[in-house]
Protein backbone atom coordinates (compact mmCIF):
# COMPACT_ATOMS: atom_id res chain seq x y z
CA UNK A 1 0.00 0.00 0.00
CA UNK A 2 1.03 3.67 -0.78
CA UNK A 3 1.57 5.50 2.73
CA UNK A 4 0.90 8.65 1.17
CA UNK A 5 -3.01 7.27 0.89
CA UNK A 6 -3.60 7.11 4.48
CA UNK A 7 -2.55 10.68 5.49
CA UNK A 8 -5.74 11.76 2.79
CA UNK A 9 -7.59 8.36 2.82
CA UNK A 10 -9.30 7.19 6.58
CA UNK A 11 -10.06 3.49 5.38
CA UNK A 12 -5.99 3.75 4.09
CA UNK A 13 -4.75 4.91 7.27
CA UNK A 14 -7.13 2.38 9.37
CA UNK A 15 -5.45 -0.17 7.43
CA UNK A 16 -1.83 0.94 7.51
CA UNK A 17 -1.34 2.61 11.41
CA UNK A 18 -2.13 0.28 13.50
CA UNK A 19 0.27 -2.25 14.77
CA UNK A 20 0.19 -6.18 14.14
CA UNK A 21 -2.16 -7.52 16.93
CA UNK A 22 -4.38 -4.49 16.78
CA UNK A 23 -7.25 -2.55 14.57
CA UNK A 24 -7.73 0.58 14.45
CA UNK A 25 -10.78 3.13 14.39
CA UNK A 26 -11.12 6.53 13.21
CA UNK A 27 -12.59 9.66 15.77
CA UNK A 28 -11.77 12.22 13.89
CA UNK A 29 -10.41 12.58 10.23
CA UNK A 30 -9.05 16.31 9.25
CA UNK A 31 -6.48 15.62 6.65
CA UNK A 32 -5.98 19.49 5.64
CA UNK A 33 -2.54 20.71 6.90
CA UNK A 34 -3.39 21.75 10.24
CA UNK A 35 -6.07 19.60 10.88
CA UNK A 36 -6.29 16.34 12.84
CA UNK A 37 -7.02 12.80 12.98
CA UNK A 38 -7.62 10.33 16.22
CA UNK A 39 -7.25 6.87 16.26
CA UNK A 40 -8.50 4.52 19.20
CA UNK A 41 -6.38 1.52 18.79
CA UNK A 42 -7.63 -1.74 20.02
CA UNK A 43 -5.29 -5.14 21.08
CA UNK A 44 -7.08 -7.65 18.90
CA UNK A 45 -6.74 -9.99 22.18
CA UNK A 46 -9.19 -9.36 24.33
CA UNK A 47 -6.83 -10.02 27.55
CA UNK A 48 -4.82 -7.50 26.62
CA UNK A 49 -4.52 -3.72 27.96
CA UNK A 50 -7.63 -0.84 27.14
CA UNK A 51 -7.90 0.61 24.18
CA UNK A 52 -4.87 3.30 22.79
CA UNK A 53 -5.87 6.58 21.78
CA UNK A 54 -3.33 8.81 19.30
CA UNK A 55 -4.07 11.65 17.87
CA UNK A 56 -2.08 13.86 15.28
CA UNK A 57 -1.88 17.43 13.47
CA UNK A 58 -0.61 17.20 10.07
CA UNK A 59 1.61 20.38 9.76
CA UNK A 60 2.78 19.60 6.33
CA UNK A 61 1.83 17.34 3.79
CA UNK A 62 3.86 16.92 0.67
CA UNK A 63 2.04 13.79 -1.08
CA UNK A 64 5.03 11.68 -2.56
CA UNK A 65 7.77 13.75 -1.23
CA UNK A 66 7.17 14.19 2.39
CA UNK A 67 5.03 14.45 5.65
CA UNK A 68 5.38 16.24 8.96
CA UNK A 69 2.97 16.15 12.01
CA UNK A 70 2.86 16.15 15.67
CA UNK A 71 1.64 13.22 17.75
CA UNK A 72 0.21 12.79 21.22
CA UNK A 73 -1.32 10.45 23.04
CA UNK A 74 -3.33 9.36 26.21
CA UNK A 75 -0.64 6.60 26.87
CA UNK A 76 2.74 8.41 26.45
CA UNK A 77 5.12 10.69 28.64
CA UNK A 78 3.74 14.03 30.49
CA UNK A 79 3.43 15.92 27.76
CA UNK A 80 2.69 13.22 25.42
CA UNK A 81 3.96 15.12 21.91
CA UNK A 82 6.07 13.63 19.55
CA UNK A 83 7.06 15.14 16.37
CA UNK A 84 7.65 13.29 13.48
Keep these: MNEDRAY????????????KG???RIEIF???N????RIVLTYLEPDR???WV???HPLKLLLCQRASQTNAS????????LSI
Design 34 to 37: GGEY
Design 8 to 19: IDPNALVRWLPP
Design 22 to 24: MRG
Design 74 to 81: RKSDPDGT
Design 30 to 32: DPR
Design 54 to 56: ASA
Design 49 to 51: PAP
